[in-house]
């Protein structure tokens, strides 16, 4: 049997079988099999384990187009020495994703610019290493999609919808209040609750949070389903976009 005939019958076994990443590499499998003379074994286990780790590739980028963030970040690149009272131990743990295995929520809470998204995408990052599947969501643009989803009387199915994410990270919850639209929010919340984890990002405390919802007693049980199972990060801290502008303009000085 010639080589090319060979071939042929290996691409279209790896095409049946979807291994593409094998498919398009194999050959320089064999020449690396025959530079290390490596016996068929060896050769096998290399064929399998470049097709595993073909396939985690993709997968990662599946999830990280998914979870539609606005930009990747990792905790390596946040500045603890900023916010000396965030506990990056804490944090450094939460990316390990366990919390997302046990339902927990992460809840991000200070002023703008102090890096609460930065750490809640960090945080998703990590999530979906381990395989989660992650979804960001400004809270606002959330709020719109809800609102329409009642209007065309597919609620029901819109919230069901959610429930494919291990982790949803709702950002800038507390800039602008949600009137008619947190009645809608607390139903979201209330359907994850002990069914899939949330990650919440705030400018405000919590005791301001009635601001933003205008009902005290949903507030209330909007709070104590959050809190259940939480992790709550304080960023205690001047706005990092705030400093970054000062240090320009010293700069241009």
Avoid at 9 to 27: E, F, H, I, P, T
Avoid at 154 to 167: H, V
Avoid at 204 to 214: A, Q
Wanted: aromatic share 8%; proline share 4%.
């Amino acid at each position: 049997m010639t080589t090319s005939l060979i071939e042929a019958r290996v691409d279209l076994a790896c095409g049946q079988l979807k291994m593409s990443g094998l498919g398009q590499n194999y050959r320089s499998l064999i020449r690396d099999a025959l530079e290390r003379n490596s016996d068929h074994l060896n050769f096998l286990v290399a064929c399998l384990e470049h097709e595993v780790n073909q396939k985690q590739e993709q997968r990662q980028l599946y999830l990280l187009r998914q979870a539609k963030l606005p930009m990747p970040k990792s905790v390596q690149e946040f500045n603890f020495a900023k916010l000396p009272k965030l506990p990056k131990m804490k944090v450094e743990q939460l990316v390990g994703g366990a919390f997302v295995t046990r339902h927990e929520n992460v809840i991000c809470l200070g002023k703008p610019g102090t890096g609460k998204s930065h750490i809640a995408t960090a945080i998703g990052m990590g999530a979906m290493q381990q395989g989660h599947r992650v979804r960001f969501t400004p809270v606002m643009q959330l709020i719109q999609e809800l609102q329409l989803a009642e209007s065309e009387y597919r609620l029901p199915r819109y919230l069901k919808s959610w429930n494919k994410y291990d982790l949803v990270i709702l950002d800038e919850l507390g800039y602008v209040p949600l009137g008619e639209g947190g009645k809608l929010l607390f139903q979201f919340i209330s359907q994850r609750y002990e069914r899939g984890s949330l990650i919440i990002t705030s400018n405000l405390e919590f005791s301001r949070w009635v601001e933003v919802f205008n009902d005290p007693a949903l507030t209330t049980a909007l709070l104590d389903r959050l809190t259940h199972h939480s992790h709550i990060l304080l960023f205690d801290g001047e706005s990092y976009r705030f400093r970054e502008r000062l240090s320009q303009m010293e700069g241009e000085k």
